[in-house]
């Protein structure tokens, strides 16, 4: 199972944790919901979003472009939560520029082959989608040592596990939702 799958688990365990969705100009996979899965637009919309300055941070990823809204973290700072991120690597150290408390922790598959087995039987990508988030990875793999953590996600449950304390350390040194994760 692959970082979603981690994220979700993480969050069912810890609820001060908000979620923001992210704005793509990919197309929808079967199943997924505007606005909850991502603000799907074409790149006029995301052109217009990059020039008024509504991105927190964006990236190019595996030919389309991905990226956090300002007022989606607003929206989950607001309720007093802190904030998780799912992206890539060039967001993340986009987002440490931002803000330099940001926690980076890199999510490592087992493998290159556990990954694309992962990939394949997800069903969702062609194998032109599929070859270029393998070469994203490898590419992304080279960067690891430049995050906070590293934790390789080959067993669900510990990673998660590790996770928990990457987050409980963050808010023990004054992430800001302490007494909210506390009590999780
Ligand atoms: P997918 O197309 O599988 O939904 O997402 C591909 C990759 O895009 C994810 O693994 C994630 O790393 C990255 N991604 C998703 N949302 C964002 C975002 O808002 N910003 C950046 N920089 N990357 C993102």
Not at 27 to 50: I, K, W
Request: charged share 35%.
């Amino acid at each position: 199972m692959g970082k979603g799958t981690l994220v979700a688990m993480l969050r069912e365990r810890l609820d001060c944790l908000g979620l923001t969705v992210s704005a793509t100009t990919r197309e929808p996979r079967p199943g997924e919901v505007e606005g909850t899965s991502y603000y799907f637009m074409d790149d006029d919309e995301f052109d217009r979003l990059v020039e008024g300055g509504e991105f927190l941070e964006w990236a190019w990823v595996h030919g389309h472009r991905y990226g956090t809204l300002r007022r989606e973290v607003e929206r989950v700072t607001g309720r007093g939560l802190s904030v998780i991120l799912e992206i890539d690597v060039q967001g993340g150290l986009n987002v440490r520029r931002a803000d330099p408390e940001a926690v980076l922790v890199f999510i490592e598959p087992p493998s290159a082959e556990e990954l694309e087995r992962r990939l394949r039987g997800r069903g969702t990508e062609d194998e032109a989608s599929i070859e270029r988030r393998l070469s994203g990875a490898r590419e992304e793999m080279g960067k690891a040592s430049l995050y906070d953590v590293r934790i390789v996600n080959d067993d669900l449950e510990r990673a998660c596990a590790e996770l928990q304390d990457v987050i409980r350390t963050y808010e023990t040194n004054g992430g800001p939702t302490e007494d909210v994760c506390d009590q999780a």
